[in-house]
């Protein structure tokens, strides 16, 4: 993979060069032998003087082919589009699938947008602004409007004709969509199959009609759920009158997979985990709200325990363990916090059967904490000498455990409940708030046994 | 949602009761008229009895449509196949796609495989007995050999026939690979390019020669990203000679990237996410093991904290403070672990600059350090009115997150670089590691001043 990157940084620093020099013919010939996603990872490399050059050489479609393959943060695309000619910035945004230039289109001033649409064809105009609509998490955020309908009453021979008419514009061919009179999705029709099909057989007799389809205000992440039970590689998107708006085709989806993942992921830890180019001052400036939100969480567990000092002068021994168990039910927190998360997010973020998931929890709970306080009630037991002491540690162990269990799975499915993302309630805050329920469970029944260990 | 479950229960109920009562005409149509992915789902639900009588009903080639939908987590394919005629099983194996069959084969004893093989044709066989070679996390492992390869002195009508003839068999017909004389890959070609071509064009002159290729042994992550980032529906697979050796489908790297994704998180919160069927007892003796691993880790806190009882007996008020550090290490450690493990999975598990990011993230957790210890010294000083008290704490929550910072970077690098996944270091394990250096750290610097805090 190092030799790989090396090689294409070299071949960039050639283009880069071939740009400066304005070589404008041997930068065409190289920069189009390249993938669109490598043309633009190497546009992100240039500079200001650099990129108007490329404007120079390159026409507009040929850069909407470039910037289909960037994404809206890595690039600041009000600013790239004011450097161009209004006509040229026009037509590169005309030019892309549109799904993709809704999306950076989204950034920009609603002023900007009308200067760049103004220019366009009424009707890609218009659909861009209808694309503009849609909430970017939803099906309606990630289609495009760029697909292939077709009328049922057409044979395989025609419509593998205008197949290759919208060959050149729409996002895939592969799926063809047929409506009936009424503009109704009533079949899907892959061109696999209309390649095993007579030239003479007509669509309405050999599409699938059972057709799934996704609505346009559905979730991102059920979207994403339907391409993987399915295997679709796009899927058409609805209104609730089943009349098709667009399509969503596989390369939105795998995006989206990875961001929602990286999303869950960097709330367990309570971190932007996508902070890897930012510099330590940054990084700590993003980690810093949470932490001390925390530290104040944890002040008030500090206090509880000031409330108990009393019992520890008299029994310094209490001091001993207070680590050991606020940080075993934590973990046991954390566990449990991660796995109603992760089932909230494959039930769609609706908690149901909430009471019976919640006694499981807690019979999970329990059973992991009748183990786990036997097993440091005997070592206590025997470190110490002492299996009163043993006792109080195990049963302390016991009841922090099931508690922070329980909270881990209550809490997020609150939140699903009253609307909220789950996966909020990070592990750090399960952690830092099982540290308070631990503290006053375990010092309210060391208070109950103080006659025994009194001095220890 | 909801509802659509409920019919989809209805659907499969009825069917269910057409098995049992031997309506096999009735149950053929509704069957069929099913996707592929439905017809899955509900093979699932079937007992013994009703599998026998499917068996009867369906031909081999329509029960392997509904196995390709299948993961080999959700079906004991040995039991599956053994229901089955011997002959018939055969049929069904050899009438998947062989990236499919061979992951179902890979859980088979030899003995069984080599049943099943016997009775395909010889090159079908063959094929599949490759596929079980490459390591189920490779290139190789998720490769089909079911694919359409041309000479590359066809034209583009003679293209165009033989793809109509490899539509029945092959996993995608949307791509084609173009190869020479001796068999090396030279070229790519999607069917949209064939379809915007001249019928006559040779396919040498039309093809992308700039093919973008995996090799046979590279990481299914790697595999993945390349998907991501060049947005393939398939990518071919090469060994090191630059032979064509397979296809990987972009079906296959949905599932790598759930995988990869749940994976990390599972090993973020030290649980196994996935659990979400089984009963309270499973999923306690799943978490178990990692609870009382870390149980004796704490352990040896309690024991370094024991060691200084007789300065907490001297001191009750340092007790109080415990918690709140060893929480905050922990948290903020977490932190640093997660940013860590995403890093070094970008970067492909090789720790390169391990210097570099380790100086960032020490000087990262100074920062977060010094200004959470402030915080702290304040907070303290003002409520204990004591700000000797308070620079105590605050040096310590300073030098404690410093270090647990440090470690939660630290640790998944070395593990990587001796060859283990960095993701094994848990946020769970960081929290309780932290605890131990926290209260070393705490307690040595409380000594140092034990003068001015003496009965508090």
């Known amino acids: 993979m190092q030799e790989l990157q090396n090689q294409i940084n070299l071949q960039f620093h050639k283009l880069r060069k071939l740009l400066d020099e304005q070589h404008s013919k041997q930068f065409r010939k190289r920069f189009l032998d390249m993938h669109f996603y490598e043309q633009g990872q190497f546009f992100l490399t240039l500079n200001h003087e650099q990129r108007l050059q490329l404007y120079q050489i390159m026409a507009p479609d040929e850069v909407g082919d470039m910037f289909d393959t960037l994404e809206d943060d890595q690039i600041d695309m009000s600013k790239i589009l004011a450097e161009m000619d209004l006509k040229y910035a026009s037509d590169v945004l005309n030019s892309m699938y549109d799904d993709n230039a809704a999306d950076f289109l989204e950034h920009l001033d609603k002023s900007e947008v009308d200067r760049y649409l103004a220019l366009m064809p009424r009707a890609d105009a218009n659909q861009l602004r209808g694309l503009l609509h849609y909430d970017t998490q939803t099906a309606g955020g990630l289609m495009t409007t760029d697909y292939v309908v077709m009328r049922q009453d057409l044979n395989v021979k025609e419509a593998l004709d205008l197949l290759r008419k919208f060959a050149h514009t729409a996002e895939t061919i592969y799926y063809l969509y047929v409506i009936d009179d009424d503009n109704d999705l009533v079949g899907t029709l892959s061109l696999r199959e209309l390649f095993t099909h007579n030239e003479k057989a007509i669509l309405s007799t050999i599409m699938t009609s059972n057709v ?25 998107v609805v209104d609730h009158a089943h009349k098709l ?42 980690r810093l709200p949470w932490l001390i ?40 927190g954390t566990q449990s916090l991660a796995v109603a998360v992760r089932r909230l997010s494959l039930t769609n973020n609706k908690p149901q059967h909430l009471w019976g998931l919640l006694l499981k929890e807690l019979v999970t709970g329990l059973v992991i904490g009748l183990i786990t306080g036997m097993t440091i009630m005997i070592v206590v037991g025997i470190w110490k000498h002492s299996f009163v002491l043993g006792a109080v540690i195990g049963l302390a162990m016991m009841a922090a455990i099931t508690v922070a ?18 996966a909020v309630a990070s592990g750090p805050f399960i952690s830092t708030l099982s540290d308070l329920t631990s503290v006053l469970i375990y010092f309210n029944i060391a208070s109950l046994f103080m006659g025994f260990f009194k001095g220890m």
């Open 405 to 422: 269990n329980l909270a881990g799975s209550l809490i997020p499915m609150l939140m699903a409940k009253i609307g909220f993302d789950p």
């Open 212 to 236: 799934i389809s996704v609505f346009v205000d559905d979730d991102q992440e059920a979207v994403a759920q339907v391409f993987r039970d399915y295997q679709f590689v796009a899927l058409p």
């Open 293 to 332: 939100t925390l530290l104040f969480l944890g002040m008030i567990t500090a206090t509880l325990i000031a409330h108990f000092e009393d019992l520890l002068s008299q029994a310094s021994i209490l001091a001993v363990f207070i680590s050991l168990i606020t940080g075993t039910a934590g973990n046991a």
């Open 245 to 286: 708006m667009g399509i969503v085709t596989v390369d939105d989806v795998i995006e989206v997979i990875d961001d929602e993942a990286q999303d869950d992921y960097s709330k367990l830890a309570g971190v932007d985990v996508d902070e890897s180019k930012s510099t330590p001052l940054k990084a700590a400036s993003s």
